[in-house]
């Protein structure tokens, strides 16, 4: 097994705890609180990783590059990005109320609105903290610090959800998670400190360099959140509370195929950023994920419907189809994740904004003819053919070379 394939199934392996641990969380608000509240927990995590990707300025990604080129950096990119975070503190609120005005299920019948949509803007800035540190350490290479962090996470929230989780309120959910998310990321900068260089607080040339790099993957990250979630929001509006919160258990459990291709695809981009060429393992990862997906589509189409109603309940196993056609989406998607992650390792951060504006555009166009006729499985089918545009884009795009701007900002 090679190297990247090492490092990448260490990643991996925290980021299938962190699927794990939000599983088991799914599970419990399915059996304590209930669906409703389940529907508005996705709906606000939702909110928070949305407003993660238009409010950190693309540092999610940037972070990565800036210091897989020039290590010595990593100290002034942390910093500029706890200054984004505290930005992100300040309209965040703005940010969660307006979500909530426009999808209202997210706050469940009973909870308090005001503090509700102050846990959500709090969450926001935390998560995009949490993000851009971890694409720091990445580009840093340190992926065991990243795998304990998400492994960290994971366990804490299904230990949080087992115990005191399920007799606190919607106030009492969102703050457990956040504060579990803020750990986390305050562990990760602990661990980094060993590393950092002697370039260290704010530095105008690193955070115009974060900039330029990052808001180029601004409209392709705003693409996929559109993309995972467009089930979510358009269900939030058309069905029950209950049926929503049936809809996001089926995302939790589909998206769990998206943490390895995530994993192998960080390691990709570090890789392809220090050596200027794809890594020899790309190919090897491709099938990999490819079978494992098409593995568990065809496992829940004969299994899942029992499974399920035996485990959750019987309405999460009524519609046991259209989890299949979602793990058929997320595999599609995984492809195109190790795919773009290379090309943008490379100095090519436009091409996932060219993907997922593709895949938006075929999915929403799909959804608008099958949903009215096949709910929720139209919803899938969609994600499905949107998906596999998105990765067609990506593998039709050629090797780019690194780019001779963004290094040269670096070196200011």
Same mark, same amino acid.
């Given at each position: ?323 299949? +056609?979602? $793990?058929?989406?997320? &595999? @599609?998607?995984?492809?195109? !994740?190790?795919?773009?992650?290379? *090309?943008? =390792? #490379? /100095? ?9 504006? +593709?895949? $938006?555009?075929?999915? &929403? @166009?799909?959804?608008?003819? !099958?949903?009215?006729?096949?709910? *929720?499985? =139209? #919803? /899938? ?32």
């Amino acid at each position: 097994m090679s190297r990247a394939f090492s490092l990448g199934a260490r990643a991996g392996l925290g980021l299938l705890i962190l699927g794990l641990g939000k599983i088991v969380g799914a599970w419990a608000i399915a059996r304590g609180p209930g669906p409703e509240v389940q529907g508005g927990f996705g709906l606000a995590l939702a909110c928070m990783s949305f407003g993660g990707i238009v409010l950190a300025l693309g540092f999610d990604y940037a972070n990565a590059y800036v210091v897989g080129r020039q290590p010595e950096l990593l100290a002034s990119v942390i910093a500029n990005s706890i200054l984004v975070a505290c930005f992100a503190l300040v309209v965040g609120p703005i940010w969660s109320a307006g979500f909530v005005a426009l999808f209202p299920k997210t706050v469940p019948v009973g909870a308090d609105l005001p503090w509700s949509v102050a846990a959500i803007g709090v969450g926001t800035a935390v998560t995009i903290l949490g993000q851009s540190v971890q694409s720091a350490a990445i580009g840093a290479q340190d992926l065991a610090g990243v795998a304990r962090a998400n492994a960290f996470t994971g366990i804490a929230w299904a230990m949080f959800m087992l115990t005191a989780g399920q007799g606190l309120g919607f106030v009492g959910l969102l703050t457990g998670w956040l504060a579990v998310v803020g750990l986390a990321a305050a562990y990760l900068i602990g661990r980094l400190r060993s590393k950092m260089g002697p370039v260290r607080g704010f530095r105008r040339s690193t955070f115009g360099a974060q900039v330029r790099f990052g808001v180029r993957t601004v409209p392709g990250g705003v693409a996929r959140a559109l993309n995972l979630r467009a089930p979510l929001y358009w269900s939030s509006r058309e069905v029950s509370a209950a049926d929503l919160g049936v809809l996001v258990m089926y995302l939790n459990i589909a998206e769990a195929l998206l943490y390895l291709p995530n994993a192998l695809g960080q390691v990709f981009l570090s890789w392809s950023a220090r050596h200027g060429t794809a890594s020899p393992s790309s190919k090897a990862a491709y099938a990999v994920m490819a079978s494992v997906g098409v593995a568990a589509a065809a496992g829940v189409a004969l299994l899942g419907r029992t499974i399920l109603a035996a485990t959750i309940g019987e309405p999460y196993g009524a519609n046991s189809t259209v989890l299949s +056609v979602l $793990l058929l989406a997320t &595999t @599609a998607h995984s492809l195109g !994740l190790l795919r773009v992650h290379t *090309l943008m =390792g #490379l /100095g090519n951060p436009w091409v996932t904004s060219v993907g997922q504006i +593709v895949a $938006l555009c075929v999915g &929403t @166009a799909l959804a608008v003819l !099958l949903a009215p006729r096949y709910g *929720l499985l =139209g #919803l /899938g089918l969609a994600m499905l053919f949107g998906y596999m545009s998105f990765t067609a884009v990506l593998f039709a795009a050629g090797r780019q070379r690194p780019s001779v701007r963004a290094a040269s900002e670096l070196s200011k």
